[in-house]
């Protein structure tokens, strides 16, 4: 069946007798669907009938189709008054044909399809808007102004395997993506002491699966790689316990994390990648009886899901030659070049603009703590000497070289969770990649000076990076200082949403990078604000406290006064005081969660930051302490 399908309309073949002839002969193939992307980065799915398009193709890629306001989320942008938004197609990237396996086409035999056109939106005929724009105009003004600098300041050629500026053709930059996302039988609830046990020891990490996890992975990777997506490789993650075996041969009680690999491509290439896989992920596992989530922290005290981001950068020289910007001319001495130095730094002094495109919900906080490979600090790991390549996990950007492959320098951003919106985290990131270049390029500083940059100590006066930060080091972020000097050493890493948009006011020189060359208008980033906010506040208020509630009053009293131990009733009357002063008003004294939603409704958003990290510390404390306190009940 899979042979007779079409999977992927290749960006070259967008013309409209070539569309018309694949469609034709596709007869499957019975919608379109324009996926336009809103400032959250969540896309459109309307249903048109192909019929609709085939009837004028050029005028529907011309012209897209329209919508209102309500389609999409654009906060401060399209509002009622003002909602006219159009979708329009994109022509520069592949488009998807995406299956509905439960659903069959009586002609072929074969599953219905919806072409998915990633899109562009447009406000009142005028403004283009959303992520997908963002990240063109990011790309656009990184290359361009990088070639404007390579050709001002020419000594970096003397870095560079490049005779001179007029080799170079273009610059080409590269993006991947990884996957990590949990896999479970549907209703099964996962036993935290199990998960954090097997964890430990190790029992599931790249481990074989079994199964229908086995079957529905296979199945994946293969219909990943008919879209030619080029899947490098899938294995199971550190998290997962091994599912049981029913009397009647079938499995039970899954709870795995899976990972999957796939090769780079170009940022909005391989954005629009990220995004497909998902859905073809998720579509596959449910139909094989499983349920899929991408919650960044699906699971607390247990290894969370990242979506780690590769990103890197070469020119296309005239000869046909492709050279990696960041590979150190002789990487025997150095780790990178002047560009790749500079890159790195401005990523990092500026990650103020990049962690809260990377991280704005109240899940990716509950990853982002010490202990599970999940980075809290803004901080790079190079490795202890130039010939052995660093593998430090517990780093914000890493470098990733190999000796053997010039081509293979990147970096490593691994804050992004699954959820995180790829379009806007790599649009901050270019901006802040190129304030680092600008930096470096300008003063023509060497391979040697900018190590010594990047390598300088606390306290220690910088051309270019913050005095009182320190940006390297080859220690383990976790076991090798405290809370209180990662604080000092590294910045304090925000802990709530809040926290993470709070630079976006209070940063106003690093926010400017947004702004370069209207990549953002202050419009756009007031758009993502009140969207994130707005998230952050309703999930707030009403998942995350009701759920707290719900928690609390789970922790009943389990004994017999007249049949436990003493101890019994110690932990009993430390759980009830909890319950109190986290649930229940009295007339002298408001609870913490009532405290929690007073604050929201005042919109005094640094109390309720501040009682939100209170209420899940003693949450956590509560939940503890009942189940030390059920043990031990006979």
Request: charged share 30%; aromatic share 8%.
């Amino acid at each position: 069946m899979l042979e007779n399908m079409i999977f992927c309309l290749p960006a070259k073949e967008h013309k409209e007798a070539q569309i018309r002839q694949q469609l034709l002969a596709h007869p499957e193939i019975r919608f379109v669907s324009l996926s336009g992307l809103d400032i959250n980065g969540d896309d459109t799915d309307e249903k048109i009938p192909v019929e609709n398009m085939l009837e004028d193709i050029d005028h529907f890629l011309t012209f897209g189709v329209q919508t209102d306001g309500s389609s999409v989320f654009l906060p401060k942008i399209a509002e009622i008054n003002n909602a006219r938004v159009d979708i329009l197609p994109d022509l520069s990237v592949n488009w998807y044909v995406d299956y509905n396996y439960n659903n069959i086409h009586e002609e072929t035999g074969l599953p219905v399809g919806s072409l998915r056109i990633p899109s562009y939106l447009v406000h009142n005929d005028k403004a283009e808007v959303g992520s997908r724009i963002i990240l063109g105009d990011a790309i656009r003004v990184f290359k361009k102004n990088l070639l404007q600098l390579m050709k001002d300041h020419p000594y970096i050629f003397s870095h560079l395997p490049i005779g001179s500026f007029e080799d170079i053709q273009e610059i080409e930059l590269t993006v991947g993506t990884e996957l990590e996302f949990y896999v479970k039988t549907p209703d099964d609830v996962a036993d935290k002491d199990r998960l954090h046990t097997s964890q430990e020891l190790k029992e599931q990490y790249w481990k074989r699966t079994l199964g229908p996890v086995r079957t529905a992975l296979e199945r994946t990777v293969d219909i990943l790689n008919r879209y030619g997506f080029c899947v490098e490789m899938a294995h199971k993650e550190v998290g997962g316990v091994k599912p049981k075996l029913t009397h009647d041969g079938d499995f039970d009680h899954i709870m795995e994390q899976l990972e999957i690999d796939w090769k780079y491509s170009d940022p909005m290439q391989a954005a629009d990648n990220d995004k497909q896989i998902r859905y073809i992920v998720k579509d596959v596992f449910r139909n094989h009886g499983l349920d899929v989530t991408f919650m960044a922290k699906p699971i607390e005290g247990v290894a969370g899901c990242g979506k780690h981001t590769h990103i890197g950068a070469a020119a296309r020289l005239k000869d046909g030659r492709l050279v990696n910007l960041f590979t150190a001319a002789d990487t025997a001495k150095d780790y990178l070049s002047p560009i790749g130095y500079a890159c790195l730094m401005g990523l990092l002094k500026n990650y103020d603009i990049v962690g809260p495109m990377a991280n704005c919900t109240n899940d990716s906080y509950n990853r982002l703590k010490p202990g599970f490979e999940a980075p809290v600090s803004v901080v790079t790991s190079l490795g202890h000497t130039v010939d052995a390549p660093s593998r430090n996990r517990t780093i914000l950007a890493g470098l990733i070289r190999d000796l053997r492959n010039p081509m293979s320098t990147r970096f490593e951003l691994r804050s992004p969770n699954p959820k995180a919106n790829t379009y806007l985290v790599l649009a901050a990131a270019y901006m802040a990649m190129l304030d680092g270049a600008r930096a470096a390029l300008e003063n023509e500083k060497t391979p040697a000076q900018l190590l010594a940059s990047l390598s300088k100590d606390y306290g220690q006066e910088d051309f270019y990076l913050e005095k009182d930060r320190l940006y390297r080091t080859e220690k383990n972020t976790f076991d090798d200082f405290t809370q209180e000097e990662r604080d000092m050493l590294f910045g304090r890493a925000p802990a709530t949403v809040w926290e993470a948009l709070r630079p976006l006011d209070t940063c106003p020189e690093k926010v400017k990078l947004l702004f370069t060359e209207e990549v953002m208008t202050p419009m756009d980033l007031e758009s993502y604000k009140t969207a994130a906010l707005d998230q952050w506040t309703t999930e707030l208020r009403n998942r995350i406290v009701p759920g707290m509630r719900k928690t609390i009053r789970a922790c009943e009293k389990a004994h017999d006064s007249l049949d436990c131990a003493d101890i019994d009733e110690v932990r009993w009357k430390k759980i009830r005081y909890m319950r109190k002063d986290m649930g229940q008003d009295t007339t002298e004294r408001v609870s913490l969660l009532t405290r929690l939603t007073n604050a929201l409704d005042d919109q005094d958003y640094d109390t309720a930051s501040e009682l939100q990290l209170q209420a899940q510390k003693k949450i956590s404390q509560l939940e503890a302490l009942y189940a030390e306190y059920k043990k031990n009940l006979l």
